[in-house]
């Protein structure tokens, strides 16, 4: 039987019913929908709408029903249109018409928006934890890897090099970005909606303040017709979870890159690596054009919501029941993709020679600049030297260690027999040693810090 049948002489068609129930999707709330319940029958029982019997009653069979949930005994029956129907409706069954005494005073829209907030809170606290355990596996790669070198780029050009930690540990920090999103969007979470009734408020003398504490939010929603439609914690989590999939896109393009053969800096461990069903020899990661390719996906379930958050009129409308789905899609993703990303990370094999291999003396081009500036040309004028003895080199096809003195001093008078040194890539390193740069010194500080806001 439907919550709502009175005023119909007919029951809903078919085809509507497969177009409008949830309970497919939204029984994945069921344990947040009989919190709220008994949360709210509590609430009932202390306003004196029901008798404090009435409410051990219903409490007690809404208890049995989660048991019925937990054991997978619990059975849907033709015409439970969604999860709080389902409960309502076995409830009754287990304790005869007192449970129709729960509803009162409340709307599906209270209550939904009530469970989807609690089921949000947890599952940003659930994403927290597992981008912690994908940080932690990014500091002990890195922790070993403060003096390995690999070429830096910029335009996916070689630059300057820089350590694998530093290049690690560059994720770190986005990742931590990520952690403080899904940390203030927790915050705003964490308003409670029940006692909003259908729009208007709750007409009996409830305690929301209470009812709000006993669900672990931290204070009631402010406004009943703002409540009963604020979906902006859905957004808000769809687009910290877009971000971070962003970065991790980021990563695994990297990985992808850096495991090429042509660049053969990184090995993923064969737990972690695909093959071809034809041509025998290769080694392909997957996982990383996944997070990559999903990375699409996350992003139109967001894309997707805000178009149907746009323009609702003002109160609850059926067009909110979407928000489900992106979100439980989005979440899902996740859960599926951070373990892989994780384990990949931590079983990532660093190949220092290929990567010493690779590093030219191109990318000592700026040390070379910055070693006239200390001899005490200006920097623009160091510059326009440098890139006169890079095209140079290029002409003479040598390295640029290889040009002599005389030929440097042709270009500017500031080289002296020390410029030696400069064609060291340690030593590059080891000069970038400011706050947040990549020296061996530098990146130490940083993982420190890391470990510290880590802690906290
Ligand atoms: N399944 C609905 C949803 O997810 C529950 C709220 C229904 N409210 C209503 N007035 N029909 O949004």
């Given at each position: ?7 119909f002489?007919?029951t809903?068609?078919?085809d ?10 939204d ?8 919190e709220g319940?008994?949360v ?14 009435e ?10 029903v989660?048991?019925e ?11 439970d ?14 304790i ?6 729960l509803?009162?005073?409340?709307s ?24 912690r ?9 890195a ?6 070198v ?13 350590s694998?930690?530093?290049w690690?540990m ?9 952690q403080?999103r899904?940390?203030?969007?927790r915050?705003?979470m964490?308003?409670c ?9 709750n ?38 979870v ?5 970065h991790?896109?980021?990563l ?25 069903s034809?041509m025998?020899?290769k080694?392909?990661?997957d996982?990383?054009?996944l997070?990559?390719?999903k ?12 178009s149907?958050l ?9 067009d ?24 990949s ?9 290929a ?9 000592l ?23 006169a003895?890079?095209s ?19 270009v500017?008078?500031y ?5 030696a ?7 590059s ?9 990549t ?10 810090r890391?470990?510290?806001?880590l802690?906290?």
């Amino acid at each position: 039987m439907s919550l709502w049948g009175g005023r119909f002489s007919q029951t809903s068609a078919d085809d509507l019913r497969a177009l409008n129930d949830s309970i497919e999707f939204d029984q994945a709330l069921c344990a947040e929908d009989i919190e709220g319940s008994i949360v709210y029958a509590r609430a009932l029982a202390d306003a004196d709408v029901i008798t404090q019997a009435e409410a051990e009653s219903i409490i007690g069979g809404l208890q049995q029903v989660m048991r019925e949930f937990d054991t997978e005994a619990f059975e849907f029956a033709e015409g439970d249109e969604d999860i709080h129907t389902a409960v309502e409706r076995r409830l009754t069954e287990l304790i005869g018409d007192v449970g129709g005494k729960l509803h009162t005073g409340r709307s599906r829209n209270d209550q939904v928006a009530t469970d989807f907030r609690l089921w949000s809170m947890r599952a940003a606290e659930h994403l927290a934890g597992e981008l912690r355990q994908l940080q932690t596996a990014l500091i002990s790669v890195a922790e070993t890897h403060c003096d390995t070198v690999l070429p830096g780029y910029t335009h996916l050009q070689p630059a300057q090099p820089i350590s694998v930690a530093h290049w690690l540990m560059s994720f770190f920090w986005m990742l931590e970005r990520d952690q403080h999103r899904l940390r203030s969007a927790r915050e705003r979470m964490a308003e409670c909606p029940l006692g909003s009734g259908a729009l208007a408020g709750n007409p009996f003398p409830i305690d929301r303040r209470q009812i709000a504490a006993d669900l672990g939010f931290e204070r009631p929603s402010e406004n009943s017709l703002d409540a009963v439609s604020d979906r902006d914690f859905v957004a808000d989590l769809l687009y910290a979870v877009s971000l971070c999939a962003v970065h991790l896109s980021r990563l695994a393009e990297d990985i992808l890159i850096y495991s090429n053969p042509a660049f053969g800096f990184i090995t993923l461990d064969d737990r972690y690596s695909t093959g071809s069903s034809l041509m025998p020899q290769k080694r392909n990661a997957d996982p990383m054009e996944l997070m990559r390719g999903k990375t699409g996906r996350l992003i139109g379930n967001l894309a997707g919501f805000l178009s149907t958050l746009k323009g609702l009129p003002s109160g609850y409308n059926k067009d909110l029941q979407e928000d489900k789905e992106a979100l439980f899609d989005s979440l899902e993703t996740m859960f599926l993709l951070l373990p892989v990303i994780t384990a990949s990370v931590s079983s990532l094999m660093i190949n220092a020679k290929a990567m010493s291999e690779a590093l030219s003396e191109d990318l000592l081009a700026t040390d070379l600049a910055d070693y006239l500036v200390k001899k005490g040309l200006p920097f623009r004028q160091a510059h326009h030297a440098v890139g006169a003895i890079v095209s140079l080199a290029a002409e003479r096809g040598s390295e640029l260690s290889d040009l002599d003195i005389e030929t440097l001093q042709g270009v500017s008078g500031y080289f002296a027999d020390d410029v030696a040194g400069v064609f060291d890539f340690s030593r590059s390193l080891a000069q970038r040693s400011s706050f947040g740069g990549t020296s061996a010194a530098a990146v130490k500080l940083q993982i420190e810090r890391a470990k510290a806001t880590l802690a906290r």
